[in-house]
Structure formats: structure tokens, C-alpha cells
């Protein structure tokens, strides 16, 4: 009994997944195809790039429709089961709720493997053929569109303007034509004819362009003696041919390994390497920061001492320099006469010097302290942007395993909800899916931000949604095997006195 019990779960579960997850995947394609439309559109590319670009970045969305499609299909299988009371049979038959789940929670633990293992290996080699296509698209200059009345200015070297193109796209009258081979001699070079015909050839390199009756005019800027006397050359002609090269306007390709780098094409051995690399990069940058300002010092017998080797220590000294820099000879005065001296190690103790160099090394001084200042600042800002790139290679190391967690997560939240609701379909469980993966998608992006910004570590920030769906599948599991009345408005009536009903 239990076997083709199995087998019902699973025959019921299958479909609704498969179809609600190609629909959540063409949804979210739509959504967010619309901002590369614009490099896409105009730029004469074949449909093969065009399906090869939505390809890649479908694959790219596979981590949001995964977990939308595990948790509406389960809610709708088991709303459907509640809905044709079949859970009420199983359950009278002696088989209890979390036994009828046993085959999809074994499915959702199949698929949080395939997850995991399409995160680490299919998606980041999507990303980079995605990337690097993508680049290559926002390169390519539109497609060769001559429109009347408008230069065509995207072919390196000419401007084309034509009055009428007939309906053949081949047939141009009122032409003009600006040749600007060297753009440090300008428009010199014009060519002007009342009627031709444009041909471009099979490989679509080149264009050639036939005129007829028309005029070349030239300034010959090359003659020695162009600033006095401006020669110039002037040609009628009956016939004249011109041939464009066009290769620029083609597609080209760039190297895959040229975007390698990014953290969204890294797999968890790559993300790995690049974090630990980081770490040392830091450490050694911490660590350096003493040696970098220690030549600007001068300490007298009893100046402070960092005794203590230890980098936050040394750190916070080093801070605290920065902090109370001194604005003005009298609180240069002051360190001084303190025994500190943001001066050289070769240079005099106030003790012994006198009145008439008395400025230079106050002079001195305030220059070594600006140069501190500037160090620790350049430091500063050379740390913050190795730890925002190491935030980013830890985000994107977590996320292989947040998403294979969350499909066996949100799988124990739609089955019960599902039977507690006891509603099958697109209706109320599709309305329930979206407002709960919303939750998930924003405190997804809540966690990466505070991530990025340095405000949680990357343990902390990448679970914290999982972490407020945890409890809240323990809870509705529970209420599901004991079924609970939560989601039955009647049950909440009955609660309530009659007299207060009214």
C-alpha cells in the first residue's frame, strides 16, 4: 500500500513542478530581458546570438525559479489532496502526514543535490559565456541603417547622408558623403551626386556605393603651402564607385577568459582560493602600515612606545594618530612638547634648537603629519575594496548552499501549508507562494547588502533568510500532522462567543 502510495505523491508531484518551474522561469526571463533589449534591438545580430543570449541567461535564473516552483507545486499537491479530502483517507488508513511527505522530501533532497551541483558547475560557465557575450553585443554598432535625411555617422572615416532611398533599399538619390580618413585634417574630402546605389556584399564586409553625376571636392592639406594659398582639387564624374569596408559593423567574439575573475563565474574551489588570497593580501596590508609611516617619527626618550606587536593594537595607535592630527602650530607645540614628533628620525630635538629653525621643523613636521594622513587614507581605502571584493566571493560562495537548502526548506513550508490550507490550483496557493518567496527574495538581498557593507559577516547575512524560514517549517509541519484549523476561518468563529459575533 504504502509503495503505490509513494508512487501517487510522486506521479502528482512531477508535473506541477516541471510546469511551474519553465513558468517561473519564462516570467522571470521576461522581467528581466526588458533592460538588455535596447543593445539587443537594431544591431542586425542573427537569431542564433539572440537565442544563445536568452539561453545563458535563463540558466542564469535558475536559482529564483527553483525554489518558487518546489514551493507552489508542493503547496498545490497537497491543497489538492486536502481539497479531495484523499489526505483525510491516507491518514484514517493509518498512514500519517510526514510518512505521506517521505518520497518528496526524498525528491526535494534529490533536487537540492542537482541544485548544488548545477550552482557550482553549470551556472558559473553559463555566466561567463553570458558575460562575455554580452559584452561583445554591447560593443557591436548598430546594424548599417541609413535613414533620409539623417547622417550615418557609425563607419569610421564617413558620414553618409542621403535625401531619398527608394523602397529596394538599394536605389539613393541627393547623396553626400563627408570622407574623413584623418580626423586631425577634418572635412576635406566631400563627395556629392544626385542619384545611386548601394550594394553590400554576400559576407557583408563591404558596401559599395555607385554614383552618378556628381562632384568630388578636396583640400589638398598635404601641399606645403596649404596655409597661404588653400589648393584644392575639384572632380566631375558621370560614374564613380566608392567601396566601405564594413567589418567594423560585424560581430566579433572576445575570449571567455577575459571575465574569469567575476565571483558570479567562480565555482566554490575558485571562490576559495580567491578568498584565502584576499585574507593574506590584508593581513600583509595591516601588518605594513607600521612600516610605511615609521620613517615619519622622531621619539624622544619619553616618548609613548607600542610595546604591544599585535595588529589591532597597532592599528588603533596608528588611528589615533590619524584622529588627532594636529590642525595648528600650537597643537604642533603641543606634541612636541609631549615628546612626539611626526617628524624624520634624523632631525633635531626641540630640546636644542633655537629660535631661527625653530619654523622649519614645525614646517617639517606639519608636512610628515599630512603625509601620514595621506598614507593612512590610501591604505584605507586600498583595504575597503579588497574587503567589498572578498564580501562578494563570500556571498557568492554561501549562495551555492543556500539554494540547495532552501529547496528542501521551502518544501516542508507549501506541503503543510498546502493541507492546512486544503485549496489545490493557481488560486490561493499561487497568491500564497509569491508573497512568501517576495519575503525570501528580499531578505535574501537585505543579508548580501548588510554583507557588502561590512555590517554582518557572510555566515550570518546568506542564511538569515533560511534562518526565518527554518522555524516557521517546523511550525506549520507540525500543525499540519496534527491537523490544525489555522488557515479555517469557521474554527476562528466558533471561537468566539455568539453573543459577540454579531
Known amino acids: 500500500m504504502l509503495k503505490k502510495l509513494h508512487w501517487l505523491f510522486i506521479k502528482s508531484f512531477i508535473g506541477p513542478f516541471v510546469g511551474t518551474f519553465f513558468v517561473a522561469l519564462f516570467l522571470f526571463l521576461m522581467q528581466t530581458i526588458w533592460k538588455y533589449l535596447e543593445d539587443l ?34 503547496m498545490m499537491v497537497f491543497g489538492n489532496m486536502a481539497e479531495r479530502y484523499e489526505l483525510v483517507a491516507i491518514k484514517s488508513a493509518g498512514v500519517s502526514l510526514l510518512k505521506a511527505m517521505r518520497p518528496m522530501f526524498l525528491i526535494s533532497i534529490i533536487l537540492a543535490i542537482s541544485a548544488f551541483f548545477v550552482s557550482n558547475h553549470l551556472i558559473p560557465k553559463a555566466n561567463l559565456s553570458w558575460g562575455a557575450l554580452l559584452y561583445d553585443v554591447m560593443q557591436k554598432k548598430p546594424a548599417m541603417n541609413i535613414v533620409d535625411n539623417v547622417f550615418f555617422k557609425d563607419i569610421e572615416g564617413y558620414q553618409i547622408r542621403v535625401g531619398k532611398k527608394h523602397k529596394d533599399n538599394q536605389t539613393i538619390e541627393d547623396i553626400l558623403i563627408y570622407v574623413n580618413t584623418n580626423k586631425k585634417e577634418g572635412n576635406n574630402n566631400i563627395l556629392i551626386a544626385k542619384r545611386g546605389k548601394m550594394s553590400i556584399s554576400n559576407d557583408k564586409q ?132 609631549a615628546g612626539l614628533s611626526p617628524m624624520r628620525s634624523n632631525a633635531l630635538s626641540p630640546a636644542t634648537t633655537n629660535q631661527s629653525n625653530r619654523d622649519d621643523i614645525l614646517e617639517r613636521a606639519l608636512q610628515n603629519t599630512n603625509n601620514i594622513i595621506r598614507i593612512t587614507e590610501n591604505n584605507q581605502n586600498d583595504l575597503s575594496s579588497q574587503l567589498e571584493l572578498k564580501a562578494k566571493y563570500a556571498v557568492e560562495w554561501h549562495r551555492k548552499f543556500t539554494l540547495a537548502v532552501s529547496c528542501i526548506l521551502l518544501f516542508f513550508i507549501g506541503a503543510p501549508l498546502g493541507a492546512i490550507i486544503k485549496k489545490g490550483g493557481f488560486g490561493l496557493p499561487l497568491v500564497i507562494s509569491i508573497l512568501l518567496f517576495i519575503l525570501y527574495y528580499v531578505v535574501t538581498i537585505f543579508g548580501e547588502k548588510l554583507i557588502k557593507q561590512g555590517v554582518l559577516p557572510p555566515v550570518i547575512g546568506m542564511w538569515l533568510a533560511l534562518g526565518l524560514f527554518f522555524p516557521m517549517a517546523i511550525f506549520l509541519t507540525y500543525k499540519a500532522s496534527r491537523d490544525s484549523q489555522l488557515f479555517n476561518i469557521d474554527f476562528y468563529k466558533n471561537i468566539i462567543p455568539k453573543k459577540w459575533r454579531n
Open 41 to 74: 534591438v537594431g544591431k542586425g545580430l542573427e537569431i542564433s546570438v539572440i537565442l544563445e543570449f536568452i539561453f545563458y541567461f535563463a540558466i542564469h535564473l535558475i536559482p529564483m525559479a527553483l525554489p518558487l516552483a518546489i514551493l507552489l507545486s508542493s
Open 206 to 337: 563591404f558596401m559599395t556605393l555607385f554614383l552618378e553625376d556628381g562632384k568630388r571636392y578636396q583640400e589638398l592639406v598635404n601641399d606645403p603651402n596649404y596655409n597661404i594659398s588653400m589648393p584644392h582639387n575639384t572632380m566631375s564624374f558621370d560614374t564613380y564607385s566608392l567601396t566601405i569596408n564594413l567589418s567594423e559593423l560585424a560581430f566579433s567574439r572576445t575570449e571567455k577568459e577575459r571575465f574569469s575573475e567575476d565571483h558570479r563565474m567562480m565555482n566554490i574551489d575558485q571562490l576559495s582560493t580567491r578568498i584565502d588570497s584576499l585574507d593574506r593580501f590584508i593581513a600583509r596590508k595591516n601588518n605594513a602600515i607600521i612600516d610605511y609611516i615609521h620613517p615619519y617619527f622622531h621619539e624622544t626618550s619619553d616618548s609613548i612606545k607600542i610595546k604591544d606587536s599585535s595588529v589591532s593594537k597597532r592599528l588603533a595607535y596608528l588611528e589615533s594618530i590619524k584622529n588627532n592630527t594636529p590642525k595648528n602650530n600650537v597643537e604642533i607645540e603641543e606634541k612636541l612638547a
